[in-house]
Protein backbone atom coordinates (compact mmCIF):
# COMPACT_ATOMS: atom_id res chain seq x y z
CA UNK A 1 0.00 0.00 0.00
CA UNK A 2 1.14 3.07 -1.15
CA UNK A 3 1.61 6.46 1.28
CA UNK A 4 -1.14 9.13 2.21
CA UNK A 5 -0.73 10.90 -0.51
CA UNK A 6 -1.29 8.04 -3.22
CA UNK A 7 -3.89 7.31 -0.94
CA UNK A 8 -5.51 10.53 -1.48
CA UNK A 9 -5.34 10.53 -5.59
CA UNK A 10 -6.75 7.22 -5.40
CA UNK A 11 -9.64 8.50 -3.28
CA UNK A 12 -13.28 8.96 -4.62
CA UNK A 13 -14.24 12.24 -5.82
CA UNK A 14 -16.27 13.23 -2.85
CA UNK A 15 -14.25 12.90 -0.42
CA UNK A 16 -11.73 15.36 -2.32
CA UNK A 17 -14.37 17.44 -3.26
CA UNK A 18 -14.63 18.07 0.53
CA UNK A 19 -11.54 19.13 1.55
CA UNK A 20 -11.39 21.37 -1.47
CA UNK A 21 -14.31 23.09 0.06
CA UNK A 22 -12.59 22.65 3.35
CA UNK A 23 -9.64 24.46 1.97
CA UNK A 24 -11.86 26.93 -0.22
CA UNK A 25 -13.44 28.46 2.74
CA UNK A 26 -10.02 28.62 4.76
CA UNK A 27 -8.75 30.85 1.52
CA UNK A 28 -12.27 33.01 1.95
CA UNK A 29 -11.85 33.22 5.87
CA UNK A 30 -9.86 36.19 5.58
CA UNK A 31 -9.48 37.37 1.90
CA UNK A 32 -7.89 41.05 3.13
CA UNK A 33 -4.59 39.37 4.60
CA UNK A 34 -4.75 35.70 3.53
CA UNK A 35 -4.44 32.91 5.78
CA UNK A 36 -1.15 31.17 5.57
CA UNK A 37 -0.82 29.70 8.90
CA UNK A 38 -3.25 26.90 10.29
CA UNK A 39 -3.67 24.48 13.92
CA UNK A 40 -5.55 21.37 13.19
CA UNK A 41 -7.27 20.28 16.08
CA UNK A 42 -9.77 18.65 17.47
CA UNK A 43 -11.44 17.54 21.03
CA UNK A 44 -10.75 13.89 21.44
CA UNK A 45 -8.35 11.35 20.24
CA UNK A 46 -8.49 9.93 16.47
CA UNK A 47 -10.82 12.51 15.49
CA UNK A 48 -9.25 13.16 12.16
CA UNK A 49 -6.77 15.91 12.71
CA UNK A 50 -3.79 14.25 11.00
CA UNK A 51 -5.93 13.00 7.87
CA UNK A 52 -7.80 16.18 8.02
CA UNK A 53 -4.08 18.19 8.16
CA UNK A 54 -2.73 16.10 5.85
CA UNK A 55 -5.11 16.13 3.09
CA UNK A 56 -5.53 19.50 3.10
CA UNK A 57 -2.08 19.99 2.91
CA UNK A 58 -1.78 17.89 -0.42
CA UNK A 59 -4.98 20.13 -1.65
CA UNK A 60 -3.08 23.27 -0.75
CA UNK A 61 -0.52 22.39 -3.16
CA UNK A 62 -3.01 21.20 -5.84
CA UNK A 63 -4.31 25.11 -6.00
CA UNK A 64 -0.55 26.05 -6.50
CA UNK A 65 0.54 26.70 -2.24
CA UNK A 66 3.93 25.21 -1.38
CA UNK A 67 2.63 24.29 1.68
CA UNK A 68 4.69 22.81 5.00
CA UNK A 69 2.97 20.40 6.92
CA UNK A 70 4.63 20.55 10.54
CA UNK A 71 3.51 17.99 13.24
CA UNK A 72 3.51 19.77 16.37
CA UNK A 73 1.82 16.27 17.97
CA UNK A 74 4.83 15.90 19.82
CA UNK A 75 2.28 13.41 22.21
CA UNK A 76 1.41 11.10 19.14
CA UNK A 77 3.48 11.92 16.50
CA UNK A 78 1.87 10.26 13.04
CA UNK A 79 2.14 12.14 10.22
CA UNK A 80 5.71 10.49 9.68
CA UNK A 81 3.92 7.04 9.14
CA UNK A 82 1.10 8.40 7.12
CA UNK A 83 3.67 9.88 4.65
CA UNK A 84 6.11 7.25 5.20
CA UNK A 85 8.70 9.26 5.59
CA UNK A 86 11.90 8.85 8.28
CA UNK A 87 13.27 11.94 8.77
CA UNK A 88 16.12 11.76 11.14
CA UNK A 89 15.76 15.18 12.81
CA UNK A 90 12.34 17.20 13.27
CA UNK A 91 10.43 19.99 15.10
CA UNK A 92 12.47 19.57 18.70
CA UNK A 93 15.55 20.14 17.05
CA UNK A 94 14.69 23.23 15.35
CA UNK A 95 13.01 24.61 18.12
CA UNK A 96 16.52 23.86 20.18
CA UNK A 97 18.37 25.66 18.00
CA UNK A 98 20.40 22.86 16.74
CA UNK A 99 19.50 21.84 13.16
CA UNK A 100 18.37 24.83 10.56
CA UNK A 101 15.19 24.71 9.80
CA UNK A 102 15.30 24.28 6.09
CA UNK A 103 17.83 21.26 7.14
CA UNK A 104 15.36 19.79 8.94
CA UNK A 105 12.34 19.80 6.40
CA UNK A 106 12.07 17.08 3.72
CA UNK A 107 10.35 17.18 0.45
CA UNK A 108 7.70 14.75 0.02
CA UNK A 109 6.16 12.95 -3.15
CA UNK A 110 3.46 15.62 -3.31
CA UNK A 111 4.91 18.30 -5.61
CA UNK A 112 4.98 21.73 -3.33
CA UNK A 113 4.73 19.53 -0.23
CA UNK A 114 6.92 19.60 2.60
CA UNK A 115 7.41 18.37 5.93
CA UNK A 116 8.66 18.84 9.70
CA UNK A 117 8.28 15.54 11.32
CA UNK A 118 8.27 15.69 15.65
CA UNK A 119 9.09 13.55 18.28
CA UNK A 120 8.29 13.16 21.71
CA UNK A 121 8.96 16.14 23.72
CA UNK A 122 9.54 16.25 27.53
CA UNK A 123 8.29 20.10 27.88
CA UNK A 124 6.25 20.43 24.29
CA UNK A 125 3.86 23.80 25.82
CA UNK A 126 7.52 25.48 27.35
CA UNK A 127 8.81 25.14 23.79
CA UNK A 128 6.08 25.97 21.82
CA UNK A 129 4.76 28.79 24.23
CA UNK A 130 8.47 30.21 23.35
CA UNK A 131 9.42 33.36 21.45
CA UNK A 132 11.70 31.24 20.15
CA UNK A 133 8.45 29.54 18.66
CA UNK A 134 7.18 32.61 17.35
CA UNK A 135 9.77 33.61 15.30
CA UNK A 136 10.17 29.68 13.72
CA UNK A 137 6.51 30.29 12.34
CA UNK A 138 7.75 34.01 10.77
CA UNK A 139 10.84 31.91 9.09
CA UNK A 140 8.27 29.31 7.59
CA UNK A 141 6.99 32.19 6.28
CA UNK A 142 9.61 33.39 4.44
CA UNK A 143 10.01 29.88 2.79
CA UNK A 144 6.25 28.88 2.47
CA UNK A 145 2.75 30.10 1.74
CA UNK A 146 1.06 28.07 3.77
CA UNK A 147 2.36 26.65 7.40
CA UNK A 148 -0.19 23.71 8.88
CA UNK A 149 0.18 22.31 12.21
CA UNK A 150 -1.04 19.35 13.37
CA UNK A 151 -1.50 18.96 16.87
CA UNK A 152 -2.78 16.65 20.11
CA UNK A 153 -6.26 16.74 21.59
CA UNK A 154 -7.35 19.95 23.62
CA UNK A 155 -9.31 17.52 25.80
CA UNK A 156 -6.00 16.63 27.59
CA UNK A 157 -3.12 19.24 26.22
CA UNK A 158 -2.61 22.79 25.70
CA UNK A 159 -0.39 22.56 22.90
CA UNK A 160 -2.98 23.89 20.24
CA UNK A 161 -4.73 26.50 22.26
CA UNK A 162 -0.99 27.64 22.66
CA UNK A 163 0.05 27.51 18.87
CA UNK A 164 -3.35 28.75 17.97
CA UNK A 165 -2.26 32.33 19.38
CA UNK A 166 0.25 32.10 16.67
CA UNK A 167 -1.12 31.60 13.71
CA UNK A 168 -3.64 32.95 11.44
CA UNK A 169 -6.39 30.39 12.42
CA UNK A 170 -7.54 27.23 13.91
CA UNK A 171 -9.81 25.18 12.63
CA UNK A 172 -11.54 22.19 15.09
CA UNK A 173 -12.23 18.73 13.75
CA UNK A 174 -15.18 17.09 15.10
CA UNK A 175 -16.12 13.53 14.39
CA UNK A 176 -19.77 13.16 15.66
CA UNK A 177 -20.11 9.72 17.71
CA UNK A 178 -16.36 10.45 19.65
CA UNK A 179 -17.26 13.86 21.04
CA UNK A 180 -20.36 15.72 22.54
CA UNK A 181 -21.54 19.00 22.38
CA UNK A 182 -20.44 19.80 25.65
CA UNK A 183 -17.18 18.96 25.42
CA UNK A 184 -17.42 20.89 21.98
CA UNK A 185 -18.80 23.97 23.61
CA UNK A 186 -16.23 24.06 26.49
CA UNK A 187 -12.90 22.87 23.62
CA UNK A 188 -14.53 26.17 21.61
CA UNK A 189 -14.58 28.04 24.40
CA UNK A 190 -11.13 27.23 25.60
CA UNK A 191 -9.54 28.25 21.91
CA UNK A 192 -11.70 31.64 22.44
CA UNK A 193 -10.04 31.99 25.59
CA UNK A 194 -6.31 31.77 23.88
CA UNK A 195 -7.85 34.45 21.39
CA UNK A 196 -7.58 31.86 18.94
CA UNK A 197 -9.00 33.19 15.28
CA UNK A 198 -11.81 30.20 14.89
CA UNK A 199 -11.94 29.46 10.95
CA UNK A 200 -14.66 26.72 11.25
CA UNK A 201 -15.58 23.21 12.31
CA UNK A 202 -15.02 20.15 10.28
CA UNK A 203 -17.32 17.44 10.59
CA UNK A 204 -15.09 14.33 10.02
CA UNK A 205 -16.75 10.84 9.65
CA UNK A 206 -20.19 11.57 8.75
CA UNK A 207 -22.25 10.08 5.94
CA UNK A 208 -22.34 11.80 2.57
CA UNK A 209 -26.22 12.21 2.86
CA UNK A 210 -25.72 13.19 6.82
CA UNK A 211 -26.02 17.11 6.46
CA UNK A 212 -29.25 17.10 4.23
CA UNK A 213 -30.82 14.31 6.23
CA UNK A 214 -30.12 16.79 9.09
CA UNK A 215 -31.94 19.60 7.22
CA UNK A 216 -34.88 17.42 5.99
CA UNK A 217 -35.40 16.29 9.69
CA UNK A 218 -35.31 20.02 11.25
CA UNK A 219 -37.76 20.96 8.49
CA UNK A 220 -39.76 17.43 9.22
CA UNK A 221 -39.60 18.35 13.45
CA UNK A 222 -38.24 14.95 13.26
CA UNK A 223 -35.79 13.81 16.47
CA UNK A 224 -32.09 13.76 15.13
CA UNK A 225 -30.08 10.82 15.76
CA UNK A 226 -26.58 12.11 15.75
CA UNK A 227 -25.43 13.34 19.47
CA UNK A 228 -23.90 16.64 18.45
CA UNK A 229 -26.60 18.17 16.74
CA UNK A 230 -29.57 16.08 18.32
CA UNK A 231 -27.90 17.22 22.06
CA UNK A 232 -27.80 21.08 20.41
CA UNK A 233 -31.32 21.38 18.93
CA UNK A 234 -33.08 20.06 21.86
CA UNK A 235 -31.40 23.28 23.87
CA UNK A 236 -33.08 25.51 21.78
N1 LIG B 1 -13.10 10.51 7.24
C1 LIG B 1 -12.41 9.39 7.46
N2 LIG B 1 -12.58 8.31 6.68
C2 LIG B 1 -11.88 7.19 6.92
N3 LIG B 1 -10.98 7.02 7.91
C3 LIG B 1 -10.78 8.06 8.71
C4 LIG B 1 -11.46 9.30 8.54
N4 LIG B 1 -11.02 10.17 9.48
C5 LIG B 1 -10.11 9.50 10.21
N5 LIG B 1 -9.95 8.24 9.77
C6 LIG B 1 -9.05 7.21 10.31
O1 LIG B 1 -9.21 7.21 11.74
C7 LIG B 1 -7.96 7.06 12.37
C8 LIG B 1 -7.70 8.27 13.27
O2 LIG B 1 -7.54 9.42 12.44
P1 LIG B 1 -6.39 10.48 12.73
O3 LIG B 1 -6.42 11.49 11.64
O4 LIG B 1 -5.09 9.80 12.98
O5 LIG B 1 -6.96 11.10 14.09
P2 LIG B 1 -6.28 12.09 15.13
O6 LIG B 1 -5.10 12.70 14.48
O7 LIG B 1 -7.36 13.08 15.45
O8 LIG B 1 -5.93 11.28 16.34
C9 LIG B 1 -6.92 6.91 11.28
O9 LIG B 1 -6.71 5.54 11.04
C10 LIG B 1 -7.58 7.57 10.09
O10 LIG B 1 -7.10 7.06 8.87
MG1 LIG C 1 -3.08 12.72 15.02
Known sequence: MGNIITQYHAERAA???????LRTNIQFADIDNGIHSLVITSIMPSEGKSLTSVTLAISMTEYGKRTLL?????????????????????????????????????ATNQEGLFFLDSETLANPVEVLSSKRCSDLIAEMRQHFDMIIFDTPPLCSFIEAAVLSTKVDG???????????????????????KANAKILGVVLNGVADNYISDYYYRRKKGLKNTNPVIAKKSKKK
Open 15 to 21: FKDSIRT
Open 70 to 106: VDADCRRPSLAGMLKQRPSVGLPQVLAGTVPLLDAIV
Open 170 to 192: TVLVISPGVTDSDKAVEALGQLK
